[in-house]
Each structure stands twice: as structure tokens, then as C-alpha cells.
Nanobody, 123 residues
Framework: QVQLVESGGGLVQAGGSLRLSCAASGRTFSSYAMGWFRQAPGKERLFVAAISGSGGSAYYADSVKGRFTISRANAKNTVYLQMNSLNPDDTAVYYC????????????????WGQGTQVTVSS
């Protein structure tokens, strides 16, 4: 069982930055691929970024490529999402996710989800 707790969301002006964190329970964190997803009101949950257990591979949605960076600190059981050049279209609840299979994370088929953190970007 893996429990995920996100933090770092908030209100930011367009062009600003935020860093989200996701703290995971358990002693096998490095075995899990991790991902970030987002869901705007009335819309489906979308893939944002994923990272392999070692941190050696990362993948991004086209909409955030070049602006967002996913990283992880396995010694701290934490994954991060650095978000730069934010715009109002980035407004959503952001969810952290974990699965043993990186391909599953990219496909949004994951075993574990966090509770989400709200990110609001004002124009």
C-alpha cells in the first residue's frame, strides 16, 4: 500500500511559478514510477508528466513540455513538479500517482492516487 500526499498548490498570477510536492509512504519508493495529472472542472483527468523509479526517464504532455519539470528525491520519498510560465489554462486540481509500471502511469492506469492539490492561475 502506498499513500500519497500532495502539497504546494495555490493561487499564482500568469507567468508565475509553483512547485508541487508529493510525499509517499513506504520503504520501496524507488520501485515506483510516479506521475502528475490534472483535472479542470467538468473535464477529464489528463496526464501531465511521469518519471521512472530511478529518475532517469521523464515524459511530458505536449501542453507542458518546456515549462514543467518532474523530478524525484528517493531518499525523501518525494516527487516534485516544478511549474514555470503558468497560464490560466493550467488551472486545475493536480494529482500525484504511483504505479510499479511506468507505461501504466503514462496511460493513466495507476494503482495509487493522492487527494489532489488546487492550482489556480489568474490572468
Amino acid at each position: 500500500q502506498v499513500q500519497l500526499v500532495e502539497s504546494g498548490g495555490g493561487l499564482v498570477q500568469a507567468g508565475g511559478s509553483l512547485r508541487l510536492s508529493c510525499a509517499a509512504s513506504g520503504r520501496t519508493f524507488s520501485s515506483y514510477a510516479m506521475g502528475w495529472f490534472r483535472q479542470a472542472p467538468g473535464k477529464e483527468r489528463l496526464f501531465v508528466a511521469a518519471i521512472s523509479g530511478s529518475g532517469g526517464s521523464a515524459y511530458y504532455a505536449d501542453s507542458v513540455k518546456g515549462r514543467f519539470t518532474i523530478s524525484r528525491a528517493n531518499a525523501k520519498n518525494t516527487v516534485y513538479l516544478q511549474m514555470n510560465s503558468l497560464n490560466p489554462d493550467d488551472t486545475a486540481v493536480y494529482y500525484c500517482a504511483a504505479d510499479l509500471n511506468l507505461a501504466s502511469v503514462r496511460a493513466r492506469v495507476v494503482n495509487y492516487w493522492g487527494q489532489g492539490t488546487q492550482v489556480t492561475v489568474s490572468s
